[in-house]
């Protein structure tokens, strides 16, 4: 725990069990105070780290655990429990989780100018953006993936 307090940790370095144990450490309860069903949410991170493409260097599952740790670290430091209701700090680590989904290693301003499909879908209006917050809900539509299905 005392490495996932620091700022010393670099999930290049980390194998994969040891990635899965450290996103599941900033995504667990004591964390935000949300009660998640622990398979719903081992589902979850095998389909979020399954929708990083792999052979992209940079906006990968290494780089999602990386973006989550320091969210995570950042939550503690500034102590969010005092204003961050538990929900906003849950839906703020699962976002920091799967916020880069399924990039594609260009940045936008490439594909609004190559007329690439993702910038037709939206409309040349943030076209990665929209597409890694659809590919979250795609994730939260299946139900053996929903980790927000208590919810009302």
């Avoid at 622990?38 to 655990?65: C, R, S």
Wanted: charged share 15%.
């Amino acid at each position: 725990a005392e490495l996932l307090n620091s700022w010393n940790i670099n999930p290049l370095e980390l194998d994969s069990a040891r990635n899965r144990a450290a996103i599941t450490f900033f995504l667990g309860s004591p964390v935000h105070g949300i009660r998640f069903d622990a398979v719903i949410m081992a589902q979850f991170l095998d389909a979020a780290e399954a929708g990083y493409i792999k052979t992209i260097p940079y906006h990968n599952w290494y780089h999602a655990v990386d973006v989550t740790h320091g969210v995570y670290r950042l939550m503690a430091l500034c102590g969010a429990e005092h204003y961050l209701p538990d929900l906003e700090r849950y839906a703020l680590l699962v976002s920091a989780t799967c916020h880069d989904i399924g990039h594609i290693g260009l940045n936008n301003v490439f594909l609004v100018e190559a007329q690439h499909e993702l910038a037709l879908r939206y409309n040349d209006k943030s076209p990665l953006e929209n597409m890694h917050c659809a590919r979250l809900f795609e994730l939260l539509g299946d139900p053996h993936c929903n980790i927000f299905q208590t919810f009302s």
